[in-house]
C-alpha cells in the first residue's frame, strides 16, 4: 500500500505560480511511476502530467506543456508540479497517482494509489 498526501494548493492570480507537492509513504521501494491529474465539478478526471521511476520519462497533457514541470525526488519520496503562467482554466482539485510498473501511464484506469487531492484557484 502506498500513502499520497498532496499540498500546495491556493488561489493565485492569472499568470501566476503553485508548486504543488505530492508526499509518498508506505510501501515507497520499488519501481514506482506517478502523475498528476486534475479535476472539476460534474467533470471527469483530467490527466495533466506523469513522470517514470527515475524520473526520466515525463509527459504533459497538451493544455498545460510549457507551462507545468513535473519532477520527482525520490529521497524524499515526492513528486513536484511545478505550475508558472496559470489561468483560470487550470482552476481544479489535482491529485496525484502512483502505480508500480516501468512504464508511465497517463489514464485514471491505469493508476491504483490516489491522493485526496488539492484545490488549485486561478482568478482572472
Known amino acids: 500500500q502506498v500513502q499520497l498526501v498532496e499540498s500546495g494548493g491556493g488561489l493565485v492570480q492569472a499568470g501566476g505560480s503553485l508548486r504543488l507537492s505530492c508526499a509518498a509513504s508506505?510501501?515507497?521501494?520499488?519501481?514506482?511511476?506517478m502523475g498528476w491529474f486534475r479535476q472539476t465539478p460534474g467533470k471527469e478526471r483530467k490527466f495533466v502530467a506523469a513522470?517514470?521511476?527515475?524520473?526520466?520519462?515525463?509527459t504533459y497533457a497538451d493544455s498545460v506543456k510549457g507551462r507545468f514541470t513535473i519532477s520527482r525526488d525520490s529521497a524524499k519520496n515526492t513528486m513536484y508540479l511545478q505550475m508558472n503562467n496559470l489561468k483560470p482554466e487550470d482552476t481544479a482539485v489535482y491529485s496525484c497517482?502512483?502505480?508500480?510498473?516501468?512504464?508511465?501511464?497517463?489514464?485514471?484506469?491505469?493508476?491504483?494509489?490516489w491522493g485526496q487531492g488539492t484545490q488549485v484557484t486561478v482568478s482572472s
Open positions: 513522470i517514470g521511476w527515475s524520473g526520466g520519462t515525463t
Open positions: 497517482a502512483a502505480r508500480f510498473t516501468v512504464v508511465v501511464p497517463t489514464t485514471v484506469d491505469e493508476y491504483v494509489y
Open positions: 508506505g510501501r515507497t521501494f520499488g519501481s514506482y511511476a
